[in-house]
């Protein structure tokens, strides 16, 4: 379908959380945006803006005219780091994307250790400054590619291992998403257990019988599923809030929910 009908037309789209968010940290995200999609590449194509979404051509250009199967979209409200391109998410490497809502705490008094531990392979593909991007490249270290809820279980475990030793409490704040393209990974957890919200859409089968005047699930198959940091608008019935310390896998075929536990080094 085409992306403005995901992140351009809802009630309470991203666009409209950019300057109105209900539920984030901050209540305006103005720091850049960036739209991850795939098509006819052998890898997604990204798009990142340092302008406010809310006041972006380009972003409603692409919207209007391109078609994906799996998009993924972020709007920005910077913890620290620079407002710029290479600091937007989604980050890509390969058919993977990524994106993270939250913060590795006191960043700038472990990025070393964490830094020193990305594969030196994977190294050079660093691109940016911010904590989401290295969250990315140590998942990807610690196997992202073979099994992602071990691998950002690993990741996880590995930064509150590095952040304690430097005497921080509650080093993790997240919810993420990644994809290779075909499945989505969705995680939701903090050190002190109180995490960003993250919302999962009912299976469309159902939400057509109970909201039959809504056109938008007569466009879709009955695999399709929104995975959101706030509803795009007020419907019963239509969002799960993903527990605390989970994660969900959206796929072909059955979705799967389970336990999210870091894994400390060792």
């Known amino acids: 379908m085409r992306i403005e009908e995901l992140i351009l037309k809802p009630e309470h789209s991203l666009i409209d959380q950019s300057l109105h968010s209900q539920l984030g940290a901050e209540t305006t995200n103005g720091d850049g945006f960036g739209v991850g999609w795939y098509g006819v590449g052998e890898t997604p194509g990204v798009f990142h803006s340092v302008e406010p979404?809310?006041?972006?051509?380009?972003?409603?250009?692409?919207?209007?005219?391109?078609?994906?199967?799996?998009?993924?979209?972020?709007?920005?409200?910077?913890?620290?780091?620079?407002?710029?391109?290479?600091?937007?998410?989604?980050?890509?490497?390969?058919?993977?994307?990524?994106?993270?809502n939250g913060l590795i705490r006191d960043f700038r008094f472990v990025k070393r250790e964490l830094v020193l531990a990305v594969d030196p392979d994977l190294f050079p593909f660093i691109e940016g400054s911010t904590d989401s991007e290295v969250f990315f490249f140590l998942a990807l270290t610690m196997g992202l590619e073979d099994d992602p809820p071990a691998a950002v279980e690993r990741a996880v475990g590995f930064v509150e291992?590095?952040?304690?030793?430097?005497?921080?409490?509650?080093?993790?704040?997240?919810?993420?998403?990644?994809?290779?393209?075909?499945?989505?990974?969705?995680?939701?957890?903090?050190?002190?257990?109180?995490?960003?919200?993250?919302?999962?859409?009912?299976?469309?089968?159902?939400?057509?019988?109970?909201?039959?005047?809504?056109?938008?699930?007569?466009?879709?198959?009955?695999?399709?599923?929104l995975i959101v940091s706030e509803p795009l608008r007020d419907l019963p019935g239509v969002w799960n809030e993903l527990h605390e310390s989970s994660y969900v896998v959206v796929q072909k075929g059955e979705d799967e929910i389970d336990t999210f536990t870091p894994r400390p080094p060792g």
Do not use: K
């Open 53 to 100: 979404a809310w006041n972006d051509r380009n972003l409603r250009e692409i919207c209007q005219h391109v078609e994906s199967p799996l998009v993924f979209a972020h709007i920005r409200a910077s913890s620290g780091s620079p407002v710029q391109q290479t600091n937007c998410h989604p980050f890509r490497h390969g058919r993977w994307l990524w994106m993270h």
């Open 161 to 225: 291992h590095v952040g304690r030793s430097h005497g921080i409490e509650h080093p993790m704040q997240m919810t993420v998403a990644t994809t290779d393209g075909q499945s989505v990974w969705a995680f939701r957890y903090s050190s002190e257990h109180d995490s960003r919200s993250l919302f999962y859409s009912t299976d469309v089968a159902s939400l057509r019988q109970t909201h039959p005047e809504l056109p938008a699930l007569q466009m879709v198959d009955d695999e399709s599923r």
